[in-house]
């Protein structure tokens, strides 16, 4: 079972890009757990970007991006997207999505798993 990111690409700084995760395996429901998406840019830790609960109700954001990014999910495509908008140079990294499957915080990412390969996004000035 894995996740797999889409979406990412090439951007000019004040664009938009809509990334998406999807399971892999066909007995995997995304629907029963909180999500979270995560980026690393070279050089630097990952770091948390944005979560969501199983049902939508509620939603984290890192204070990076308040404001200019939304997290938000569809559990009948078994999907969950992270729209970016106002794109900054500082947002390019690879972007990836995974289950929490731990409690705890949820910006922390050891308490995630089922971690995809992560789609790069790329910010031009």
């Known amino acids: 079972v894995q996740l797999e990111e889409s979406g990412g690409g090439l951007v000019q700084a004040g664009g938009s890009l809509r990334l998406s995760c999807a399971a892999s395996g066909r007995t995997f429901s995304i629907s029963s757990y909180d999500m979270g998406w995560f980026r690393q840019a070279p050089g630097k830790e990952r770091e948390f970007v944005a979560s969501i609960t199983w049902s939508g109700s509620s939603k984290d954001y890192a204070d990076s991006v308040k404001g200019r990014f939304t997290i938000f999910r569809d559990n009948a495509k078994n999907t969950v997207y992270l729209q970016m908008n106002s794109l900054k140079p500082e947002d390019t990294a690879v972007y990836s999505c995974?289950?929490?499957?731990?409690?705890?915080?949820?910006?922390?990412?050891?308490?995630?798993?089922?971690w995809g390969q992560g789609t790069q996004v790329t910010v031009s000035s």
């Open positions: 995974a289950a929490k499957v731990r409690l705890g915080d949820n910006d922390r990412d050891y308490n995630y798993g089922f």
